[in-house]
């Protein structure tokens, strides 16, 4: 398209990828152009021509055809166009605007006309078009009207029955149409619109809207669109106050309807004034309340029904340019933090209001005095509406103060203590206006320990002489008495303007984040410290090491002026202190606390400290002598001590007791501890002086004095290392004693530098004593770099005379688990690892006998290494091995030249130095490593689960070593010998680590016949049986049948992938290839598999095994014909099936021994994995080739036999439908294995149609024999009605058939009420229904079904088996009253009784009555017992064996809805059902069980529906539901001891240590009458479940707060006799009728002890606890 071409089309500028409408003009085919023109009327006239073979592919929107009118339709016309085409024209698209009702008249057949394709529907390939001008000639419609404009006296032009109305609007210059739906012409509904329309009349309409491609209007006429001030949307404006309804309600608030129709969301904060919990008790649906509009976005629309802003008449903030500085509005809070609240205004505008301006108290939170959406008054203090930012204050009226009266930021004032709160203290500034300020705990002091202990100490009253304003919020002060920041008040910065670059600020952190810290000055001033210039150490993190509140150094390294934003660095070599400022305010501090703690004191000693001046020679006496040094104690000050350290005893050894004279060094005020020399040089310095006269003394300290300078550099020596400081004293200046600080104030929480005990530094003084710095001369260390430089040489000389075998004198400074940290020599400090104690390694804890401070022989074994954690010092590697120490000097050289020299198999001890998740890494000497495989520790799961805790750091382990890495110096070890000869250590000597995993080096550790741990890696899939992870690298597997001892349906349950286990290795094996295979089996019968745990199996499990077909075949040659034998399903063929016997032997059973009777289809009969029993049938040893059978009979002459012998023809029979096809039913015979055939003839006298919808496969019908083929072994039979007319057989059958029938059909009822009941209606299980006489038959049979709910057996019952059962019958928790006892006990027993006889009525009504047997019967048995769960239970269990899920919860349904309300525990039993159906068949389950308990809820008590939905989660093995359960049942139900006890009943039963938290927990919610009984039966389960000790120590802590209880005396010694004791048994005993408690309860205590030395039959006890009972009873007496 040519440039030339855009200037015709009039059209804006044209861009790639803009769609346009051209015209072609011509065609280059030699170039493959095509030219266009866009030219807006060339276009609209350009009328598409006639081509032949044209389809409708080539057609597309907006082309323009010649058609003719082809047929008219009632809606509209069809065209025909193009030869080919046709297409419609709906009324809307006509050529007239106002078309009328008689529009027909204008279009004649064949009129032609030009049309504009609309559309083009691919699917239906119809075609749309239209004849409206503004289309047909490409142009806009005209807009004359908008959305809620009202015109009077619109012209009605047609009336489309049941559709609407046309109208013609009155707009200028031209009439616009406009169209009005049905439902818009009035409020009512309108049954006839022609009868109130006429074409013609006028009416009176609003515009709802505008439809551009037709240009056409939509209307309404309805009365209610013309009241009311909003119509749409956009009539919406906010603070607009309106009358709403509100439809509907929910959790997030309330929909209202305006009447217009605009729907509006009232959020759920906003309904009410305060916050609401149940909004549907505030708001009912169909209320019409008072709104006013929040705001409106996007067509959602907010509103508000708080009272204070309906009723506020202050003007509104709608927009950020709305708020001017002084306006006072209403708003509510959206957000608070701890420096303001955020406050919420119309439209969405957002403001901020600073802590400063809230009008709170000082030491108040903003959060105590507001919440959340609460409705404030506030004043608008400044606004940027270009940044979208506005500040606003609360206090609408603020206080003027006199510009004189301002205290200002930055000055200095003082303050008295009025109250201290937990996060602040509180003062009263001296100032001429009344005025408050605080003080946070960490601007207390710059020394971190000293804040914390500055606030405890204070008082109200305390004064304040210097404070530093740091900020004014409102009329409160923000003060700091650090000191840093106070003798630095007129260097400190205020504005941006005040700071220079590359100088030292003081200042203290406000803010710490992940990417640096904010350090802050005067009032808000604040520079940013980025991660990478905090620290000297990049990888330290900025959190761990600053704290809120530090005092800091900071370095300004870049300023921004533009921005106003500065950057610092705190690194200590850029920011180290010049001064002693650090260490002056910490002696400053010490002396204000040790007074104010003297003020508390009842007797203070103000003046103990005049007598303990530094440097003053004092005498006292040794109370103690400690390894760490001497305790001296003064005679006249009892609560003074003195502490001589070692070093400071001068070689002098004291003893307890002897008086002592030593001069003072140091001086800790608040512990009262003064620290002494007994040194000459301080000692004797003192005495010379006191000798000479005092004109003497007078001058030889000024001489001294003279010679102490500020400024001046001196050497000194250590003396004392303090925590934060040192003691160092002067040779060069009369041992003069000064202090020099160990931390500085960026480096508070990072490790001081080490300091030893006479080690000479370099340092300056900073300030001589005075009462300033109290009384000490205060030093400044030099860095140690100088420290090294000036000293390199000397160490240099003192390094060279060390080599290796040297023998040295060094004192024991520290002692770790795997080694001793020694110093020697002149500040030499080296080290004794654990393999360098002893020439034995197997000795336990070989630095037992060691202690700090004793001094120990050593021998130098290696040169000096840096230290891992101090890179400026060195380590020297020393031994004290005997050996070495003895012949040090003739194996120096053996000791340089260390030999690497370890083989496969040798035996090797280690020391533990550390364990990770799978690895316990040991060290075998100072530079050897080795490695033990944590499933190499142990084979039982237990052990292997926990040997994280059973291998402690410095633990010795003996081990073999399994391979050797020479590079790294690295052993693998394993704790068993290995069984390989010498050629293979020989060839494995240097192997390395990872050669590990190949088969020579497996078989040196791994056997057939090693009983080993592992764990599981993977279940297979099928049969596959499991793979288990026996080595880092090595896998074994088990084969299906090597899984369980006993055969079971499912023997992967209880397995899962990560789970440890004990298994045995049955056979290594490797191919030519290289590659191994190792076979292991789980089985714990196997030689070395027992435990405790499996030998624990219950007798009757063990004599059903002995007697039932489940030995193990373990090789061909254990088989013989007719053998039974057990084995799973390998492969499933159409030719039969292949089972698994053991683990090289498989079996195949062939189609026709699968079953007696027809296999339809056997994939679905004998699944995969399934077990079967069977007989063997042949055996080839030769081919291994094994046969078996399933089927019961031994053959086709028996079936002969017994067809010919058993059925008669007119014989009536009774079975069951086997399989139904076209001609008839197969029918299996009860009590046989023969199959008849009905045909379909036989079926009935009426023609059957359709025989699969009349009869189903297993229903039970009666026939009879018309025909039997002895020589095809074939029955006929009919099932006609006319065969019974008048038989009494089929009215009454024989009782044993009856009685037969009866079992059947109630055996699989019970098969299948088995699913539902048989956990969560444990309860009748656990029921013990012993008569005195033995079991009764009826009941024993009641124990045998003990899935099928009885009528009459109360929820409490089933409730309380759970629990109620750990507790044996004889644990009753009152014997308060024997006679009150005997009577409940008889009491119960009757009750028992009766419950027998209920149960046992119950049951015989159930087998004397004909169970049903279709649905017709059992809506008859639901009908005459409608209250009965049994029967509906029976009913869905009937359902579900027809395999019918949906009609079993439609069943599940109506019961719940027929059983009456008042049947609570009925009800309940149905839900439980439920719980159990949707558990089975539910998709998915766990929700579909989830939706059914919600349901639950509302209709039964909550808590027993908990209850039994958690049991069927233990049932059914869901651990973690059942653990999500539990968790939410001791919140819902915490004051319930029932919930608690299940929820520690379930913790012992997963073995999980979280009993005692559990514990804690529920005596906290529990009410006090119900500890005892709670904490008895928690200790009961710990006895039978749990761990005994446990129970003990809470039947200890009972006795001690209830000592004469004798019902907990009872229990408990009858948990101790039956874990059987007897030492403990007979001492608890003896304390029990040592008690002083009335002789009733004695009575009973004896008469138990007696009974119970009776069960042991040892005389002399018994006659012994008798001569105790007659003692007690004269004791009595007397």
């Given amino acids: ?433 009344y005025t408050k300020g605080t003080i946070s705990p960490e601007h207390l002091a710059d020394n971190q320990g000293f804040a914390g202990l500055m606030k405890s100490v204070l008082k109200p009253g305390y004064q304040f002489d210097q404070l530093l304003v740091l900020d004014i919020e409102s009329s409160n002060l923000v003060l700091t008495a650090k000191y840093s920041l106070v003798n630095s008040a007129q260097q400190l910065p205020a504005e941006v303007s005040q700071i220079r670059p590359r100088t030292v600020v003081h200042g203290y952190v406000c803010n710490l984040i992940e990417s640096g810290c904010f350090v802050r000055y005067i009032g808000r001033l604040t520079g940013f410290v980025p991660r990478s210039k905090g620290m000297d150490d990049r990888s330290a993190k900025l959190s761990e090491i600053l704290y809120i509140g530090q005092s800091v150094r900071s370095y300004i390294t870049d300023v921004n002026g533009e921005t106003g934003r500065f950057t610092l660095s705190l690194k200590q070599s850029l920011c180290s202190s010049t001064d002693a400022s650090f260490i002056q305010e910490h002696f400053l501090l010490e002396e204000k606390i040790a007074k104010l703690q003297l003020l508390n004191c009842k007797n203070p000693e103000l003046n103990w400290a005049e007598d303990f001046s530094i440097g003053n020679v004092i005498d006292g006496k040794v109370n103690d002598v400690k390894d760490f040094g001497v305790v001296v104690g003064f005679e006249k000050y009892r609560d003074v001590f003195g502490f001589v350290t070692h070093y400071q005893l001068g070689g002098i050894s004291l003893k307890s007791g002897s008086i002592v004279r030593a001069a003072i060094l140091d001086v800790a005020k608040i512990e009262r501890l003064v620290d002494l020399s007994l040194k000459p040089s301080f000692v004797d310095r003192l005495n010379e002086e006191n000798s000479k006269v005092e004109t003497n003394k007078k001058k030889r300290k000024k001489e001294a004095h003279k010679k102490l300078e500020m400024h001046q550099s001196v050497n000194a020596v250590v003396e004392i290392v303090k925590d934060n400081y040192l003691v160092l004293s002067l040779p060069e200046f009369n041992f003069a004693i000064g202090y020099a600080s160990r931390t500085d104030y960026n480096t508070q929480k990072l490790p001081p530098r ?112 840096k230290s891992e954690n101090n890179r400026k010092n060195y380590l020297w590697e020393l031994s004290i091995k005997p050996s070495l120490i003895t012949g040090s000097k003739e194996i120096g050289d053996k000791l340089i030249n260390e030999d690497f020299s370890y083989s496969i198999g040798q035996h090797v001890s280690a020391f533990v130095y550390k364990v990770d998740k799978e690895w316990v890494w040991l060290t075998v000497s100072r530079h050897v490593k080795a490695k033990l495989y944590f499933l190499d520790c142990a084979c039982e799961p237990t052990e292997i689960l926990e040997f994280q ?68 890696s993977k279940i297979l899939p099928g049969v596959g049986g499991m793979l288990i992870q026996i080595d880092p690298h090595i896998y074994g597997k088990v084969h299906f049948t090597e899984l369980k001892d006993l055969w079971e349906s499912d023997p992967l349950s209880g397995y899962h992938e990560g789970q440890f286990v004990k298994c045995k290795v049955l056979e290594v094996s490797h191919s030519i290839k290289g590659t191994f295979h190792v076979d292991l089996s789980l089985r714990s019968s196997l030689g070395g598999m027992h435990s405790q745990k499996s030998i624990d199996i219950d007798n009757n499990e063990l004599n059903n095994n002995m007697d039932s077909p489940s ?238 709910l009885p009528l009459e057996v109360s929820l409490d019952d089933i409730e309380n088996s759970g629990i109620d059962d750990i507790i044996s019958r004889d644990e009753h928790l009152d014997y308060e009253d024997t006679k009150d006892e005997k009577s409940k006990r008889r009491a119960k027993k009757k009750e028992k009784e009766e419950r027998e006889k209920e149960i046992r009525a119950a049951e015989e009504r159930l087998l004397e009555k004909d169970i049903p047997r279709n649905v017709d019967e059992f809506e008859k048995l639901v009908r005459s017992s409608p209250n009965s769960s049994f029967v509906w239970i029976k009913y869905m269990a009937f359902m579900l064996s027809l395999a019918d899920v949906e009609n079993a919860r439609s069943i599940a349904e109506r019961a719940l809805k027929t059983i009456n309300i008042r049947e609570e525990a009925e009800k309940l039993n149905i839900w439980v059902a439920y719980f159990n159906l949707e ?141 059987g004791d007897t030492d403990v048994i007979r001492a608890l005993f003896e304390r029990a009728i040592s008690l002083s408690i009335p002789p009733k309860k004695m009575k009973f205590l004896f008469k138990k002890y007696l009974e119970y030395e009776k069960s042991l039959g040892d005389e002399e006890r018994i006659e012994s606890v008798k001569r105790k009972a007659i003692e007690f009873v004269e004791n009595i007496l007397a």
């Fill in 949 to 1016: 805790k059973r291998y402690d750091v410095g633990k010795v382990i003996s081990g073999y070593v399994l391979s050797v890495d020479k590079e790294k110096k690295l052993l693998r070890l394993v704790l068993h010998s290995l069984t390989v000869g010498p050629d293979r250590i020989l060839g494995h000597k240097n192997t390395s680590m990872d050669e590990e995993s190949s088969f020579s080096t497996l078989i040196a550790h791994i056997h057939e016949g090693n009983v080993i741990g592992g764990r599981i």
């Fill in 1 to 433: 398209m040519p440039k030339n071409y855009q200037a015709e089309s009039r059209a804006i500028k044209i861009g790639t990828g803009h769609l346009v409408q051209g015209v072609v003009k011509s065609l280059d085919k030699t170039h493959k152009v095509v030219h266009l023109s866009s030219d807006l009327d060339t276009v609209s006239k350009c009328v598409t021509r006639e081509l032949k073979g044209i389809s409708i592919d080539v057609l597309i929107p907006g082309m323009m055809v010649n058609a003719r009118v082809q047929s008219i339709l009632e809606n509209g016309i069809m065209l025909s166009f193009l030869t080919y085409f046709t297409g419609t024209v709906d009324l809307f698209h006509l050529q007239n605007t106002f078309p009328t009702s008689r529009w027909k008249d204008d279009f004649n057949e064949n009129k032609k006309v030009n049309a504009r394709i609309l559309f083009i529907d691919p699917s239906t390939r119809a075609v749309g078009l239209t004849l409206n001008p503004h289309l047909v000639q490409n142009k806009a419609p005209h807009s004359l009207v908008k959305t809620g404009d009202i015109f009077e006296g619109s012209k009605v032009i047609r009336v489309d029955r049941g559709l609407g109305l046309l109208l013609q609007i009155p707009t200028s210059p031209l009439p616009t149409p406009a169209y009005v739906g049905v439902s818009d012409v009035a409020d009512k509904e309108v049954r006839s619109l022609e009868k109130n329309f006429k074409e013609g009349s006028h009416a009176r309409v609003r515009i709802l809207g505008f439809k551009h491609l037709e240009g056409l209007a939509m209307g309404v006429l309805k009365t209610s669109a013309f009241e009311g001030s909003v119509f749409t949307h956009s009539d919406v404006k906010p603070g607009m106050v309106v009358r709403a309804k509100v439809i509907a309600i929910d959790i997030f608030g309330a929909i209202v309807l305006f009447p217009s129709g605009v729907k509006a969301l009232c959020p759920l904060r906003h309904m009410s004034e305060f916050e609401i919990s149940k909004p549907r008790k505030k708001f009912q649906v169909g209320a019409e309340l008072q709104f006013r509009v929040l705001g409106c976005k996007s067509k959602r629309i907010t509103v508000t029904h708080k009272k204070t802003l309906l009723k506020s008449k202050l003007g509104i903030i709608s927009s950020y340019a709305d708020a001017t500085e002084g306006l006072v509005t209403h708003g509510w809070i959206s957000k608070i933090e701890n420096h303001g609240c955020f406050v919420r205004f119309y439209n969405g505008v957002q403001g901020f209001a600073h802590r400063a301006e809230l009008g709170l108290e000082p030491g108040c939170d903003p959060i105590s005095m507001y919440h959340v959406e609460e409705v404030v008054k506030c004043r608008v203090i400044s606004s940027v509406p270009a940044s979208r930012r506005i500040n606003v204050s609360f206090i609408i009226t603020p206080t003027r103060v006199i510009e004189d009266n301002i205290v200002k930021v930055g000055s200095i004032v003082s303050g008295v203590v009025e109250r201290v709160t937990p996060h602040t203290v509180i003062v009263l500034v001296n100032t001429q206006v």
């Fill in 1111 to 1348: 030995q193990r075949v373990e090789s061909i040659e254990d088989l013989h014909p007719n053998m039974t034998v057990q084995g799973y399903v390998k492969n499933v063929t159409p030719k039969g099936c292949f089972i698994m016997l053991c683990r090289k032997l498989d079996a195949k059973i062939l189609l026709s021994n699968l079953s007696e009777g027809f296999i339809e289809n056997p994939e679905k009969d004998f699944p995969i994995g399934k077990l079967v029993i069977g007989k063997l049938v042949s055996v080839e040893p030769l081919s291994k080739r094994v046969e078996v059978t399933l089927k019961t009979t031994n053959g086709s002459s028996a079936q002969k036999s017994y067809i010919n012998d058993s059925f008669k023809v007119g014989e009536i029979v009774y079975g069951r439908i086997k399989r139904i096809e076209s001609y008839g039913l197969f029918i299996t015979i009860d009590h046989s294995n023969t199959v008849g055939l009905c045909h379909v003839s036989e079926l009935s006298d009426d023609p059957v149609d359709n025989i699969e919808t009349k009869y189903r496969a297993g229903e039970k019908v009666t026939a009879k024999v018309l025909k039997v083929d002895k020589d095809r072994h074939r029955i006929s039979l009919g099932m006609k009605n006319s065969y019974f007319t008048g038989n009494s057989d089929i009215e009454a059958p024989s009782k044993k058939k009856s009685d037969d029938a009866v079992d059947r059909n109630d055996y699989k009822v019970r098969t299948q009420l088995t699913m539902f009941l048989e956990s969560d209606m444990s309860g009748i299980q656990e029921l013990d229904i012993k008569s005195e006489n033995g079991d009764h038959p009826v009941l024993a049979a009641v124990e045998a079904r003990a899935s099928i």
């Fill in 1479 to 1619: 558990n089975e068949y539910g998709n998915p389950p766990e929700e579909a069980v989830l939706k059914i308990f919600q349901r639950a809820l509302q209709y039964c008590d909550p808590k027993k529906v908990h209850l039994a939905l958690l049991g069927m989660y233990e049932r059914t093995e869901q651990h973690k539901l059942a653990d999500e359960l539990l968790n939410k049942m001791i919140r819902k139900f915490k004051h319930s001891c029932k919930v608690w006890l299940r929820r520690i009943q379930w913790l012992l039963k997963q073995n999980l240590d979280e009993v005692q938290s559990v514990v804690k927990r529920a005596v906290l919610c529990l009410p006090r009458y119900k500890h005892i009984k709670f904490l008895s039966q928690t200790a009961l389960l710990e006895f039978k479940c749990g761990v005994p000790d446990r129970g003990r120590s809470m039947f200890e802590g009972m006795l001690r707060e209830y000592p004469k209880r004798t019902d907990l005396w009872s229990i408990y010694l009858d948990q101790e006799v039956r874990l």
């Fill in 754 to 865: 080490q300091y030893a005990n006479g080690q000479s530094v370099t340092a300056t003084i900073m300030a001589l004593p005075s009462p300033a710095t109290a009384g000490r001369l205060l030093l400044l260390l030099k860095s140690m770099s100088e420290v090294a430089e000036t000293s390199s040489s000397k160490r240099a000389k003192k390094k060279s005379s060390y080599v290796v075998g040297t023998l040295v004198q060094a004192e024991i400074t520290e002692i770790r688990p795997l080694e001793l940290k020694l110093k020697f020599g002149s500040s030499f400090q080296g080290r004794v690892h654990i393999t360098e104690t002893n020439d034995d390694h197997i000795v336990e804890d070989p630095f037992k006998g060691f202690r700090i401070g004793q001094t120990l022989t050593a021998a130098i074994v290696s040169k000096t290494i």
